[in-house]
């Protein structure tokens, strides 16, 4: 409510990820946005925002953080020197244990 209330105050978008009950009455994570509409004169005559279920997108970034976490744990223990980059230039940033070693 603290962010909502400053961003009313301040006339600027409010953007947050919270989790609200669908309609099927089971709580999940929307990202809500809300922007303020303008006159002229630059003063909030009223506001625009909508909400997002954004369940399966949080579903996904778990997917991919548990399966980023098991293959550095496998390239961590390999015994065989692998270098890490997530640089476009594919410069080196860094490597496991047996390339550093």
């Known amino acids: 409510m603290k962010q909502l209330k400053a961003s009313i105050t ?3 978008m409010f953007d947050m ?3 609200l009950r669908g309609a099927d009455s089971i709580y999940r994570s929307f990202l809500t946005r809300m922007l303020p509409v303008k006159d002229a004169a630059g003063n909030s005559i009223q506001w ?4 997002t279920d954004i369940i399966e997108l949080k579903l996904y970034e778990q997917q991919l953080f548990n399966t ?3 293959l550095e744990s496998l390239l ?4 065989v020197g692998i270098s890490f980059s997530d640089d ?5 940033i860094t490597g496991n244990s047996a390339l550093l070693a």
């Open 10 to 12: 301040m006339g600027k």
């Open 17 to 19: 990820e919270l989790p």
């Open 48 to 51: 625009f925002g909508t909400n």
């Open 88 to 92: 476009p230039t594919c410069q080196f």
């Open 76 to 79: 961590e223990a390999s015994p």
């Open 68 to 70: 980023n976490e098991r």
